[in-house]
């Protein structure tokens, strides 16, 4: 079946380690996010990716990295930087946007990670 | 900057009941605008979107029409069931050659039996 694979879903780190959360894709989907949930809020973009080897910081990218090697992945690394990590992380991604149009953007299951 | 507005604090609400969650945005230019649901511990799923003003988007007894002259996109459903419960997220795209979604904070809607 085709979709989005986030693991794992529950994540718990100590406080100062790194950490990376995996996002897959098998859509053929070119472009790829992250998204921070906190409670109350709306979602919050972390990172974005509009195509293979580039990618551009969102509205709160301190204390994040991300990659994009392959068309399929796009994984989130939360390092030691960034001050409150504990939340639920959902990854995003959908077809290549062409003038005119506006693709729909389609979510994977999401990661809690906690940090203790 | 864009941005998506929706009524504060979650909704209760009995079943068969007619369900409203208020959604106003503030863009430039011709945003596209949508309805994400999503259900305890899980990603979001989209529920209907629009893309040009007038356009109505409907799925699962659930409509919403974008009205540009009160820069608004309400959502309604004429009877809800106790599955309808979960938390509804408006979103406006940003266009201009990017997908970027603006987000809502979110209703909680709650569907008592």
């Known amino acids: 079946d085709g979709g989005i694979t986030q693991s794992p879903k529950y994540l718990f780190r100590k406080e100062g380690q790194n950490v990376t959360l995996s996002c897959e894709q098998n859509l053929n989907h070119d472009a790829m996010y992250w998204y921070r949930q906190d409670p109350g809020q709306g979602l919050r973009l972390i990172y974005y990716?509009?195509?293979?080897?580039?990618?551009q910081k969102g509205d709160i990218a301190e204390g994040y990295s991300v990659s994009r090697e392959k068309k399929e992945s796009f994984p989130l690394t939360v390092t030691s930087a960034q001050k409150n990590p504990t939340a639920f992380y959902l990854c995003?991604?959908?077809?290549?946007?062409?003038?005119?149009?506006?693709?729909?953007?389609?979510f994977g299951p999401g990661t809690r990670l906690t940090v203790l | 900057g864009n941005s998506v507005t929706q009524m504060e604090g979650p909704v209760t609400l009995s079943e068969e009941a007619f369900l409203t969650i208020n959604c106003t945005y503030t863009?430039?230019?011709?945003?596209?605008l949508f309805w994400y649901v999503q259900y305890p511990g899980e990603g979001l799923q989209l529920l209907l979107k629009?893309?040009?003003?007038?356009d109505k988007g409907s799925n699962k007894g659930f409509e919403a029409t974008y009205r540009k002259e009160t820069t608004s996109f309400h959502l309604e459903k004429g009877s809800v069931q106790v599955s309808d419960s979960a938390v509804y997220f408006c979103a406006l795209s940003e266009g201009f050659g990017n997908n970027r979604l603006a987000f809502g904070k979110g209703n909680q809607v709650v569907v008592i039996p």
């Open positions: 629009a893309t040009k003003a007038d």
């Open positions: 863009a430039t230019g011709y945003p596209s």
């Open positions: 990716s509009q195509i293979v080897n580039d990618f």
């Open positions: 995003a991604s959908s077809p290549k946007h062409t003038a005119g149009s506006t693709d729909t953007q389609y």
